[in-house]
């Protein structure tokens, strides 16, 4: 098993930063891709943003050139950096892990809600 803590969500204005951490802890060997999903209210979990253990990410068109999604291998733990925050960002961020053999974790989530 695969334990994510995920951190650093909140209120902020549009415009504005916020950074997620994730932490994972357990049963860590073989994780190849961290990610972060988001769902908005009434709308399906989708793709922020994913980085693979050799440092390929992929992102979604929507926060391309605004978030940047890093990791420290050593400390486990995956990054999002978000800037230039819109209203449209507001949502339950979550972080997962990809480890070898298709296993899938989740993080309970954090919300992250920008004001117009």
């Known amino acids: 098993q695969v334990q994510l803590v995920e951190s650093g969500g909140g209120l902020v204005q549009a415009g504005g930063s916020l950074r997620l951490s994730c932490a994972a802890s357990?049963?860590?060997?073989?994780?190849?891709?961290m990610a972060w999903y988001r769902q908005a209210p009434g709308k399906q979990r989708e793709l922020v943003a994913a980085?693979?253990?050799?440092?390929?990410?992929n992102y979604a068109d929507s926060v391309k050139g605004r978030f940047t999604i890093s990791r420290d291998n050593a400390k486990n733990t995956v990054y999002l950096q978000m800037n230039s925050l819109k209203p449209e960002d507001t949502a339950v961020y979550y972080c997962?892990?990809?480890?070898?053999?298709?296993?899938?974790?989740w993080g309970r989530g954090t919300q992250v809600t920008v004001s117009s």
């Open positions: 980085m693979s253990s050799s440092g390929l990410t």
């Open positions: 357990g049963s860590i060997f073989s994780i190849n891709v």
């Open positions: 997962n892990v990809l480890k070898v053999g298709a296993v899938n974790y």
